[in-house]
């Protein structure tokens, strides 16, 4: 109740490995709740980047940001925030920022008790020889939100390379969890309530230090 009111601003929402919409539809309809116009992707159950994914997305994404005439927002969950990362670095001018929840986009390939899934599902290896690349901040605003207590990848692997437009955002829960996390939820709240064009490191001060642990006195 207490979270930053939306602008009202297109805001896409990615599943994550073996997920589909149904998955992300309580993450849109708070989205909504607070003002946003939140949409799914529409392509079905994630089997990861298999022909016509890449370009289905891009589609999505320009679509979103042609029928608003604004920028679209992009948050995915696991393997769809690698997606948000990369549709953001290959389409700049249309997006406004990336969250991502849980994204192992820094991770070595197999770093992860999901990797089988995914080369199951997808038909491809894990060793993508994007990876390198993929380390690498997006050239918009950027906020990871992890968990150490993830249970599926690698915590580590979820974070983004320090710059000026990018922070990581801890919070205490579970890789599946954290797109119904209350406490994930405010953070992405607070994001999309930037103003576009603007950014400023998450406020982590006050009554909100007790839920977002400081990085600076962690390992």
């Not at 589909?20 to 392509?43: M, V």
Request: aromatic share 6%; charged share 25%.
């Amino acid at each position: 109740r207490r979270a930053p009111r939306g602008d009202g601003h297109p805001v896409l929402v990615l599943p994550g490995l073996a997920a589909s919409d149904e998955s992300t539809r309580p993450l849109r309809t708070l989205l909504k709740e607070l003002g946003y116009t939140a949409h799914g992707w529409k392509q079905g159950t994630n089997k990861g980047p298999r022909a016509g994914v890449e370009a289905g997305m891009e589609a999505r994404l320009a679509e979103l940001a042609q029928r608003y005439q604004r920028k679209v927002s992009l948050i995915g969950q696991s393997l769809g925030g690698i997606y948000a990362r990369e549709l953001a670095r290959r389409s700049p001018a249309l997006v406004r920022q990336v969250i991502t929840l849980g994204s192992p986009f820094a991770n070595d390939p197999k770093a992860s008790n999901a990797w089988r899934l995914y080369e199951a599902l997808s038909g491809q290896r894990e060793d993508d020889p994007r990876r390198e690349a993929m380390k690498l901040p997006p050239p918009v605003p950027s906020t990871a939100i992890y968990t150490r207590t993830d249970g599926i990848v690698a915590w580590r692997g979820c974070l983004e390379q320090q710059s000026t437009m990018t922070q990581n955002i801890e919070v205490e829960g579970s890789h599946s969890g954290l797109g119904h996390n209350p406490v994930a939820l405010y953070a992405i709240a607070d994001r999309l309530a930037l103003p576009e064009g603007e950014w400023s490191p998450f406020d982590r001060s006050g009554i909100l230090s007790f839920l977002y642990p400081d990085p600076q006195r962690r390992d």
